[in-house]
């Protein structure tokens, strides 16, 4: 029995290995080296985190540390714990506006169909080639005349507003791409509008919105220069600013400096590791759906 099996698994045509091609050799060499290059610094930021100022000044940066230590987590901590809880302040309302309000936009310009749609989906999406920096001047004038100038309230509604351009662009797309028969039987079933958007659009569109909110916390909770002009004061300023207060005159304690910059960029790096999976899939349907 057992030579008879042996003879049958010996028939059976073995997997052929292709040829690493020259192309996609060159293209995954490549991706290890720019891979490599981002890496590098974030590897030698952590390896700094846990040296002593001393032994961060006179070791080279990819030297392992001879006594780590916490004390620069602790010390960082303790200095910007106001600020990482203004972030999230700042951050989760941001976020959630700006998808909620994203969502609804992208559905009254791709399924109501009104006069002028397709237009307002240029218009919001072509002002992805705006730079914010232009318009600075006017908007802290207004933000100052409607008393929002330094502000949580005023950083989320600039946040707010500026998501809008990356949700439209992300969602009208594929909300018009669900067929109108599932719509119309909605409808016939005494569907609202707005019951239509969450009880249809919103469950077959979860991953490009969890894309959104991935994108959204990410780039809210990483963004310094919008923070740095509209809520520049430590009292309302998110982490992002207050890094800038651990680079001194004369001398900076790097090893300070980069614990407070791992701590800071906990949040966003945990929310992407644990929604990656809808990450690829929903820009992808968002983006590619037409």
Known sequence: MVAVATQRLSALPRAVRRPLRPTRFILYLGLVVISVLWLAPIGSQVITAFKSQAEGFATQAWQLPARPTLENFDRAWTKIQPQFINTFIITIPSTLLSVGIGALAAYSISRLRFV???????????????????????????????????????????????????MVFLLARLFKSIPDEVVDAARVDGCSALGMLWRIIVPLSTPALAAGVILQFTWIWNDFFKALIIVPTTASAPVTVALQGFT???????????????????????????????????????????
């Open 116 to 166: 002028g749609s397709e237009l307002l989906y240029l218009a919001i999406v072509g002002s992805f080639v705006i730079p914010f920096a232009s318009i600075v001047p006017t908007l802290v004038n207004m933000l100052d005349q409607l008393g929002l100038y330094d502000t949580f309230a005023g950083i989320i509604l600039i946040h707010t507003a500026h998501g809008q351009m990356l």
């Open 248 to 290: 001194g005159q004369y001398a900076t304690e790097i090893g300070y400096r980069s614990a407070a910059s791992l701590i800071a960029a906990l949040p966003s790096l945990v929310v992407f590791v644990l929604f990656q999976r809808f990450f690829i899939r929903g820009i992808t349907s968002g983006a590619l759906k037409g």
